[in-house]
């Protein structure tokens, strides 16, 4: 298939490269310089496609994606087809998908997870909005999943961001988890190597999975964690999730406690010393390439 394609970040480019890759025609344009052959405007990538048009956006939640959809809104047809595949509020994306509705155009906004890795793995990919763009599409979505990824429609306006989001909040507690077992670990009389038991775990027990072999990783490049300061970031999502949970009336302990850690590490430097910080932080590093802070005051990003 033949879309246009915005936004050449973390995930982005990789999509991109996976998608040309597979074998589509991918136009992008991106808002700083890029190595890629890219679109002058957004207008003249809109206009190079023809009718239905696929127009993916993958840039941040929040200013940066209303920011393109405007400009998108300008120059697409009865009948195009526009998706948002940041972590956009679920809240967000139903008034987009009303208000393009309202114009005729199809709008999709879909939850992309699987972190950088997901280039080789396969991303599973969360679908809401309207259905038949969603059916027209699955041979991009088809091939951004293989081998070993997948997708789902959920249900139109927000759904496929609904879902992303409280995905994304408990992973917070995943996280969280491994982070305080092996700092218990760590600490203990034993002098134990957290690798080799990072090793068995991954043969078949309860916390083996995904999360669990990133801990793995990290502790393979790092078994101290000693450069890295335990500063966590936080995404909007769990956030989004404890909002939601409280206005239907459910208790989110795990999630909520997860995320006031993380606004604790931002200035309490007992935090920042812990074992369990500095695993979050590496493990945020392994599957997203987000930035770690380092001891010496500088910022590495996984490649």
Do not use: C
Request: glycine share 12%; net charge positive.
């Amino acid at each position: 298939m033949t879309l246009g394609f915005i936004g050449l970040g973390k995930m982005g480019l990789r999509m991109v490269i996976k998608l040309q890759k597979e074998g589509h025609e991918v136009v992008v344009w991106n808002r700083s310089e890029h190595e890629l052959k890219t679109a002058a405007t957004i207008e003249k990538l809109v206009k190079s496609l023809k009718s239905p048009r696929i127009i993916w956006s993958m840039v941040p939640a929040g200013e940066a994606t209303q920011n393109v959809l405007d400009e998108v809104s300008k120059f697409v047809s009865k009948g195009d087809i526009v998706i948002d595949g940041g972590n956009s509020n679920f809240k967000d994306t139903e008034k987009r998908f009303k208000d393009f509705k309202n114009k005729g155009i199809r709008y999709l906004g879909i939850g992309v997870s699987g972190g950088v890795i997901a280039f080789e793995n396969g991303y599973p990919l969360m679908v809401g909005g309207d259905k038949s763009a969603y059916e027209f599409i699955k041979p991009i979505l088809d091939s951004l999943a293989k081998p070993q990824g997948g997708h789902e429609y959920f249900g139109t306006g927000g759904a496929g961001h609904f879902v992303k989001m409280v995905h994304n909040g408990i992973e917070y507690g995943i996280m969280q988890s491994l982070g305080e077992g092996f700092e218990v670990l760590q600490k203990a009389e034993y002098n134990f190597d957290l690798v080799k038991v990072a090793k068995l775990w991954q043969k078949g027990t309860l916390v083996s999975g995904f999360m669990l072999d990133r801990a793995k990783e990290a502790l393979e490049n790092d078994p101290k964690l000693a450069d890295i300061v335990g500063i966590i970031a936080e995404s909007g999502e769990a956030g989004w999730t404890i909002e939601q949970a409280k206005e239907e009336g459910v208790d989110v302990e795990i999630i909520e406690r997860s995320l006031e850690y993380r606004r604790r590490s931002q200035t309490n430097p007992k935090i920042q010393k812990s074992f369990t910080a500095k695993l979050i932080a590496a493990l945020r590093n392994a599957f997203g390439g987000h930035p770690i802070r380092l001891a010496q005051s500088k910022e590495v990003k996984k490649k």
